[in-house]
T-cell receptor, first 110, second 114 residues
Framework: LAKTTQPISMDSYEGQEVNITCSHN???????ITWYQQFPSQGPRFIIQGYKTKVTNEVASLFIPADRKSSTLSLPRVSLSDTAVYYC???????????FGTGTRLKVLA | EAQVTQNPRYLITVTGKKLTVTCSQN?????MSWYRQDPGLGLRQIYYSMNVEVTDKGDVPEGYKVSRKEKRNFPLILESPSPNQTSLYFC?????????????FGPGTRLTVL
């Protein structure tokens, strides 16, 4: 069974870069690693996904080392509106069963 | 608009009274899934479905049933709810459930079992 581990919470100030790391084992070999963002009283929504090395989109970057046993979500220059819970997600190898991390609660301070 | 809908959004019930939470998606997705979210435990998968008439257990299936008679609908059934099933429930769908898919989530159903 896949297992993911993330820090429970992080605080940051506006304008800083925030890095959140997720450790995961037994993620399916050919799968992407995906990160989601969740605001209170809403369902999670997709932020970014990648397979190896570095992926960047308009809101975040994702770094995945060669062994794929961890991934780091990087949020550049966070704002108050980035206050949310961030989850990494993977699929257990050999199944269609998905495992979310316990989430990292990011609080951005003014 | 592409979306996943759930009903009801809020439900208070009593122990043992059967209930169904509906989930529907309009994206022609094959894969659908139910999660529950509890403080400190994150999201845990209850059941998932690869396609019509194909369902399988997630990590926490005890006390729940599902059915997938139509591609767009994936109801969650609690035959005899208990207080430990008080939780926030999310339905999600994705194209095929493969590791490159993006899951789309519904708005959530907050269930309280007294």
């Amino acid at each position: 069974l896949a297992k993911t581990t993330q820090p429970i919470s992080m605080d940051s100030y506006e304008g800083q870069e925030v890095n959140i790391t997720c450790s995961h084992n037994n993620i399916a070999t050919n799968d992407y690693i995906t990160w989601y963002q969740q605001f209170p009283s809403q369902g999670p929504r997709f932020i970014i996904q990648g397979y190896k090395t570095k992926v960047t989109n308009e809101v975040a970057s994702l770094f995945i080392p060669a062994d794929r046993k961890s991934s780091t979500l990087s949020l550049p220059r966070v704002s108050l509106s980035d206050t949310a819970v961030y989850y990494c997600l993977g699929r257990t190898s050999g199944t269609y069963k998905y495992i979310f991390g316990t989430g990292t609660r990011l609080k951005v301070l003014a | 608009e592409a979306q996943v809908t759930q009903n009801p959004r809020y439900l208070i019930t009593v122990t043992g009274k059967k209930l169904t939470v509906t989930c529907s998606q309009n994206m022609n997705h094959e894969y659908m899934s139910w999660y529950r979210q509890d403080p400190g435990l994150g999201l845990r998968q209850i059941y998932y479905s690869m396609n019509v008439e194909v369902t399988d257990k997630g990590d926490v299936p005890e006390g729940y049933k599902v059915s997938r008679k139509e591609k767009r609908n994936f109801p969650l059934i609690l035959e005899s709810p208990s207080p430990n099933q008080t939780s926030l429930y999310f339905c999600a769908s994705s194209l095929k459930g493969t590791g490159t898919d993006t899951q789309y989530f519904g708005p959530g159903t907050r269930l309280t079992v007294l």
